[in-house]
């Protein structure tokens, strides 16, 4: 039995979950970006790991981005891609770990607070 059938959980619940713990959907950015993100993450972390193999895709956004919110989420979604040891990441045509850092906070900027996507009642 694989683990969806023991949580017991519908589609619609495990989708609620998804986005309520782990969607990007806050950053107010393209899909192109957030997949810029994602890699660039991975690939930073990748070399840390090459000095340090103990390192997180946590503790690299806390060293660049600095406290976010959304720390956690990219975090995790980068931890695992991270699993396939021999994935290259794109990069976007960044060339330094400088741009790449920028970029990345560019990006983590975009985020917003608030669902944007749900329409308002009135």
């Given at each position: 039995m694989d683990l969806m059938n023991a949580w017991n959980k519908t589609h619609d619940e495990l989708q609620e979950d998804y986005n309520h713990y782990f969607s990007l959907k806050f950053l107010n950015t393209s899909f192109s970006n957030k997949m810029c993100l994602l890699s660039l993450v991975c690939f930073i972390t990748k070399k840390a790991r090459e000095k340090k193999p103990e390192a997180t895709c946590l503790q690299v956004l806390k060293k660049f981005a600095g406290e976010r919110d959304l720390?956690?989420?990219?975090?995790?979604?980068?931890?695992?891609?991270?699993?396939?040891?021999?994935?290259?990441?794109?990069?976007?045509?960044?060339?330094?770990?400088?741009?790449?850092?920028?970029?990345?906070?560019?990006?983590?900027?975009?985020?917003?607070?608030?669902?944007?996507?749900?329409?308002?009642?009135?």
């Open positions: 720390n956690s989420r990219v975090a995790i979604i980068c931890e695992d891609l991270l699993k396939d040891r021999d994935q290259n990441f794109p990069l976007f045509n960044f060339k330094s770990s400088k741009e790449m850092i920028d970029k990345i906070n560019e990006i983590m900027d975009t985020y917003l607070p608030f669902d944007y996507w749900d329409k308002p009642s009135f």
